[in-house]
């Protein structure tokens, strides 16, 4: 189960060094646009003896006209400095659509007797869901054209996509406002109607009883938490559907799937660090649900099934977590037997399970493996893959009784690449390869891991892609380091074809694996939330110093970027170390963090007190308190900063880039750029079309470039 969560300035340049006046500097120079200011109304905070003045605390009410008309300024202003890079912006979007094949196919996934996929097509934002029988190429069904559902939407995003077992249904759930509430509907496949049902205010899980009439679908609450489990038969009056599960606990998230056997559907309820695991026969949905194994704090666990026994990883005893097996009459801890036992430099991360054969995802020196299981004769063999630093990534599988794995493989320098294993004869086929247009060359293109020594003496992976030669005159190189560290989450090196418009523009592009993700195992998630959170912003300190002393680049050339609680990364490392980046890109950044997690009607806040702490505690809040960004700034020079928000995000509220923005401004010592752009339609993840996507990376490296001066 997965949860919501939340990618040297001019003062300080070293002496001696040579002054670069971009296109823009010059421009703002003559114009000289007037920045918004917020006005600053005090507003007194006072816990444990502690009190803090939030001047801004008045930009959260969205229904105040002055709240938005503040966003609109600041919009503005962002525009009119960045206008002197609208060419450039349309030149770097040009490159990045110029390299993707617009009209394209994915790889069919074959479901009983059809193969389904998705198509692109030439100018459309969005994909076009559609299916034939495995056995006529010509007999194509369109099941969901996106493009149309969008249209009139300034935010569209597809959640649920659910196909009845018998294939004549489908359940989808879409979101028009980027608030990540769903509305739910049912598609008769044969007619192209709908049927009378639709659900509203459900999150995008879904999953069908094997009947196909009874589906299971998830309510969420005022603070938008995936809580209330409904049990819905087709035709019946939602009204009247029977709640299955209502979970109180409200550090809890739920989900509902079924098992690749189509024997089981799970219930899954997790926090941050413990869960549970109920399941109902797929046959018989309107029994009551069974537990297998009641949740205990701090134990995590994940189900597979096969015949009579559950597959079962966990952290029992084990905090990079095993692998047990149980029978499913009885799936209680007292019955598992352990299969793969605990390894304290190998983190398990889940399994799949096949009718011959155990799939197990583990992850090693910071780099994913794949395990295959023979599960008649007990050997198990290592996928084997072509590069040193790498990323493999699962895909649905929905066939139970094949030999065939499917799942996507990438590095920094190889587009990914589609690829059946056949696990019994330990082959592998690519079955497509993305197509990057525009002659991209791998060969001219290096990736590579490095370390540095974080303060404590920890080892950190950077990892990097550059192109060839490395060493070029002019110096050191720009170079852009991303970062995230949070909830346990790998920032996993992979191919990006936009990346290739700062690459060919002689950038390194690196990515600092620090504390807070499990890149490195589940001790390296310990050591960087709760109490050891300061790790994750050492740790990125130390990576950049290592970058800087390598002579890979120069403060003055530096620009670090991260979303969310990767812009939290970006607001707490600014605030420690300003004088070591020349630019910040800080998306959708989590930087309010101590008002936020006092604030229990907030989304997230109470299932992350398990991330952050709980700030009602002196210890978490004195933690927390050091290092939460807007508490932390301060009268000193700042490098550029490029800040963005939606307006509609309910992970990271735009009132706290907005809050964070607005006291930069009232306190930085310097004239380096700070813009603020808040995206009016959307929410956390931006813009939703793929065409749309690509004008905002182009709007980001084109402050990028302009900051540093980089020359087309």
């Given at each position: 189960m997965t949860h919501p969560s939340r990618t040297v300035p001019a003062l300080v340049r070293p002496p001696g060094a040579p002054v670069e006046e971009s296109l823009g500097t010059r421009i703002e120079a003559e114009l000289a646009p007037e920045p918004p200011r917020a006005r600053s109304v005090p507003r007194e905070l006072t816990i444990h003896g502690d009190t803090r003045v939030d001047e801004y605390f008045w930009l959260r009410n969205r229904e105040d006209p002055?709240?938005?008309?503040?966003?609109?300024?600041?919009?503005?202003?962002?525009?009119?400095?960045?206008?002197?890079?609208?060419?450039?912006?349309?030149?770097?979007?040009?490159?990045?659509?110029?390299?993707?094949?617009?009209?394209?196919?994915?790889?069919?996934?074959?479901?009983?007797?059809?193969?389904?996929?998705?198509?692109?097509?030439?100018?459309?934002?969005?994909?076009?869901?559609?299916?034939?029988?495995?056995?006529?190429?010509?007999?194509?069904?369109?099941?969901?054209?996106?493009?149309?559902?969008?249209?009139?939407?300034?935010?569209?995003?597809?959640?649920?996509?659910?196909?009845?077992?018998?294939?004549?249904?489908?359940?989808?759930?879409?979101?028009?406002?980027?608030?990540?509430?769903?509305?739910?509907?049912?598609?008769?496949?044969?007619?192209?109607?709908?049927?009378?049902?639709?659900?509203?205010?459900?999150?995008?899980?879904?999953?069908?009883?094997?009947?196909?009439?009874?589906?299971?679908?998830?309510?969420?609450?005022?603070?938008?938490?995936?809580?209330r489990l409904y049990r819905h038969i087709l035709g019946a009056n939602s009204a009247e559907d029977a709640l299955v599960h209502f979970e109180a606990d409200e550090s809890f998230f739920l989900d509902i799937a079924r098992t690749r056997s189509n024997a089981f559907l799970l219930l899954e309820l997790a926090s941050h660090s413990t869960s549970e695991v109920r399941f109902v026969s797929a046959d018989r949905p309107e029994e009551p649900f069974r537990t297998v194994e009641p949740r205990h704090a701090g134990v995590e666990y994940t189900v597979s099934h096969h015949g009579d026994r559950f597959f079962i990883t966990t952290n029992d005893a084990a905090p990079n977590f095993r692998l047990v097996s149980a029978p499913v009459t009885s799936p209680a801890r007292a019955h598992w037997t352990e299969l793969l036992p605990h390894r304290p430099d190998t983190k398990l991360d889940s399994t799949d399970a096949f009718r011959h054969h155990l799939v197990v995802y583990e992850r090693e020196a910071g780099l994913r493996q794949i395990r295959v299981l023979d599960l008649a004769s007990g050997a198990d063999h290592l996928v084997a893959f072509p590069e040193p630093v790498y990323t493999v990534r699962q895909h649905e599988n929905p066939e139970f009784d094949t030999t065939l794995l499917r799942f996507s493989y990438t590095s920094m320098v190889t587009p990914n690449a589609v690829v059946d294993y056949d696990m019994a004869a330990r082959t592998w086929t690519v079955r497509k390869q993305t197509e990057v247009l525009g002659g991209y060359d791998p060969a001219r293109y290096r990736t590579e891991r490095r370390f540095a020594t974080a303060p404590d003496g920890t080892q950190v992976p950077i990892s990097l892609v550059y192109q060839l030669p490395l060493e070029r005159p002019g110096g050191p190189r720009p170079l852009l380091l991303n970062g995230y560290g949070a909830y346990g989450i790998c920032f996993d090196p992979s191919f990006s074809s936009s990346s290739l418009s700062l690459l060919e523009r002689g950038f390194v592009v690196a990515i600092?694996?620090?504390?807070?993700?499990?890149?490195?195992?589940?001790?390296?998630?310990?050591?960087?939330?709760?109490?050891?959170?300061?790790?994750?912003?050492?740790?990125?300190?130390?990576?950049?110093?290592?970058?800087?002393?390598?002579?890979?680049?120069?403060?003055?050339?530096?620009?670090?970027?991260?979303?969310?609680?990767?812009?939290?990364?970006?607001?707490?490392?600014?605030?420690?170390?300003?004088?070591?980046?020349?630019?910040?890109?800080?998306?959708?950044?989590?930087?309010?963090?101590?008002?936020?997690?006092?604030?229990?009607?907030?989304?997230?806040?109470?299932?992350?007190?398990?991330?952050?702490?709980?700030?009602?505690?002196?210890?978490?809040?004195?933690?927390?308190?050091?290092?939460?960004?807007?508490?932390?700034?301060?009268?000193?020079?700042?490098?550029?900063?490029?800040?963005?928000?939606?307006?509609?995000?309910?992970?990271?509220?735009?009132?706290?880039?907005?809050?964070?923005?607005?006291?930069?401004?009232?306190?930085?010592?310097?004239?380096?750029?700070?813009?603020?752009?808040?995206?009016?339609?959307?929410?956390?993840?931006?813009?939703?079309?793929?065409?749309?996507?690509?004008?905002?990376?182009?709007?980001?490296?084109?402050?990028?470039?302009?900051?540093?001066?980089?020359?087309?």
């Open positions: 002055e709240v938005l008309a503040y966003l609109e300024a600041e919009n503005r202003y962002t525009d009119a400095v960045m206008h002197c890079t609208e060419a450039l912006q349309e030149r770097l979007f040009a490159e990045m659509r110029g390299r993707i094949k617009e009209t394209d196919l994915s790889v069919p996934e074959r479901i009983d007797g059809w193969l389904y996929y998705h198509r692109t097509a030439e100018g459309a934002q969005y994909p076009i869901y559609c299916r034939r029988p495995v056995d006529n190429e010509n007999a194509e069904e369109v099941l969901l054209d996106l493009n149309p559902l969008a249209a009139g939407h300034a935010y569209f995003r597809l959640g649920a996509f659910e196909v009845s077992p018998d294939h004549r249904l489908l359940a989808y759930a879409v979101d028009t406002s980027g608030a990540e509430s769903f509305s739910l509907y049912v598609k008769d496949l044969a007619t192209g109607a709908l049927l009378a049902e639709t659900l509203v205010n459900v999150s995008p899980s879904v999953a069908w009883a094997n009947d196909s009439r009874t589906l299971f679908y998830v309510v969420l609450d005022e603070a938008r938490r995936p809580c600092a694996h620090v504390r807070g993700g499990e890149d490195m195992g589940r001790p390296w998630y310990e050591a960087g939330k709760l109490l050891n959170k300061p790790n994750s912003f050492t740790d990125f300190i130390a990576a950049a110093e290592h970058l800087v002393a390598e002579g890979l680049t120069s403060p003055d050339r530096l620009v670090i970027s991260g979303g969310s609680a990767g812009g939290l990364l970006m607001g707490a490392v600014t605030n420690l170390r300003p004088d070591l980046f020349r630019a910040v890109l800080a998306e959708v950044p989590f930087v309010d963090v101590v008002n936020t997690m006092l604030d229990a009607t907030l989304p997230l806040t109470v299932i992350e007190y398990e991330e952050w702490g709980n700030p009602n505690d002196p210890a978490f809040y004195d933690c927390i308190r050091s290092y939460s960004p807007y508490d932390n700034v301060r009268e000193t020079a700042y490098p550029n900063m490029l800040v963005t928000a939606g307006l509609n995000d309910p992970r990271v509220a735009y009132w706290e880039p907005a809050k964070f923005t607005a006291r930069l401004r009232a306190r930085k010592t310097d004239s380096n750029r700070l813009l603020l752009r808040t995206n009016m339609g959307a929410g956390h993840g931006g813009a939703s079309g793929r065409w749309d996507y690509l004008r905002e990376v182009a709007f980001k490296y084109a402050f990028v470039l302009d900051v540093l001066g980089v020359s087309e």
